[in-house]
């Protein structure tokens, strides 16, 4: 097998993975926002959402395997200037690790449920879209003001979702968690 067919079937490899991804990633908000509408969980729904995110952690690794091996594969032809004169691998890496570092903060619960979703579901369709779209000819911090812009967007969007959806919840406190009512 020549170099180039294996440099073909890694991208297409690695876009499979990461579609799998986006798409795990779009199944697990749509299903929070549909237990934060109903206000309440029961067990299998829980036990649903661990599987989600199984397969979520799953995919996290193969494209971790992926994106080493392209990196590899560069590093092999293009040497040095694969690293100093690319900013759309250098912005894939950083959103990669906000997708990572949002995982391991909502697996032991340092983050927001709020703010979580929108670094989860907004870095994966990020980092999608720079998977896909090779050369921009732009500078990493162009990317990065984009990338940031981007999840402000997606961040609006989602709260005002969540207002829409809870609009009918009269003691929600926005995480699942109520208040007992006193009058």
Not at 80 to 103: C, H, K, M, Q, S
Not at 114 to 137: C, N
Request: glycine share 8%; hydrophobic share 50%.
């Amino acid at each position: 097998m020549s170099e180039l067919e294996i440099y073909y079937i890694v991208t297409l490899f690695r876009t499979y993975i990461v579609g799998l991804c986006l798409g795990v990633s779009s199944i697990a908000m749509t299903f929070y926002f549909y237990i934060v509408a109903k206000g309440s969980t029961d067990k299998s729904q829980n036990i649903m959402m661990h599987i989600v995110y199984t397969v979520l952690r799953v995919g996290m690794v193969l494209v971790m395997v992926s994106e080493l091996t392209l990196i590899i594969y560069n590093y092999h032809i293009n040497n040095f200037i694969y690293w100093t004169d690319n900013p759309e691998l250098l912005i894939r890496l950083t959103i990669f690790t906000v997708i990572f570092g949002n995982a391991i903060a909502m697996q032991y619960r340092k983050i927001s449920m709020w703010l979580g979703p929108v670094l989860a579901g907004g870095s994966w369709y990020g980092y999608f879209f720079f998977s896909i779209w090779i050369e921009t000819e732009s500078q990493y911090l162009t990317l990065l003001a984009g990338y940031l812009s981007w999840l402000m967007i997606f961040g609006f969007c989602l709260t005002l979702l969540r207002i829409f959806l809870t609009r009918q919840q009269k003691s929600y406190l926005g995480d699942g968690a109520y208040v007992a009512v006193s009058e």
